[in-house]
């Protein structure tokens, strides 16, 4: 066995974390509540480094953990590797990365969540071996989307978050509204017309 990685996902209410292996097999897995999120920073990023240290000590013997990978929710800049406003985790323009890889003295790779998971179903699970991937998660507090596609670069995934907050009304009054929504579907209609009837069934579906 020549080395595993040790890979967490920062939700605002779970962590979870598992070993994984060149092959990216799972040899062992691990889940933790996440602190609230009006604690200090510094909680959840301690939460954080005692997963990695648990992790590692469950790989098997002779599997060094050569690397950590981090996907966390919110907005993030992943070429600085920096969580810019992680709401859900109480964050606001933390190094994250950096900060793990001082603590762990390890190389960390950085990433958004919904982005991290559509580039693993594209690679690994479900749309392995599909021209384009359309990822729809399931998540607390909101909705995201990742598209992935022929001119995929590492961190290019598109998303786009909601926040479902139906106790305010809309800051743009009820004409603002009307007009947000006649725009969308608008903008709808243009998208049908360009990419053409909607494929039907999965048979269909998978062999685009």
Not at 49 to 54: I, K, R
Not at 55 to 72: D, E, F, K, Q, S
Not at 118 to 139: H, I, N, S, Y
């Amino acid at each position: 066995m020549t080395g595993c990685v040790v890979a967490l996902d920062v939700g605002g209410t779970t962590i979870k974390g598992a070993v994984v292996d060149h092959d990216a097999a799972v040899l062992s897995r691990r889940r933790r509540p996440t602190p609230p999120r009006d604690t200090a920073p510094d909680e959840v990023l301690a939460a954080i480094l005692a997963m990695v240290d648990e992790l590692a000590a469950a790989a098997p013997a002779g599997a060094g953990v050569r690397a950590v990978g981090l996907a966390v929710t919110g907005i993030v800049d992943e070429r600085r590797g920096i969580a810019v406003h992680s709401q859900n985790v109480g964050w606001r323009d933390v190094p994250v990365r950096s900060l793990v890889e001082q603590a762990t003295g390890l190389p960390v790779g950085f990433g958004h969540d919904v982005r991290a998971g559509a580039l693993a179903e594209w690679r690994l699970g479900a749309g392995r071996g599909l021209q384009d991937l359309v990822f729809v998660p399931a998540l607390h507090g909101g909705g995201a989307v990742g598209r992935l596609g022929r001119r995929h670069r590492p961190g290019a995934a598109r998303h786009r978050r909601r926040e479902r907050r139906r106790d305010r009304p809309c800051r743009r009054g009820p004409r603002g509204a009307v007009r947000l929504r006649r725009a969308r579907l608008r903008r709808g209609r243009r998208l049908r017309r360009r990419r053409g009837p909607p494929l039907r069934g999965h048979d269909r579906t998978a062999g685009r």
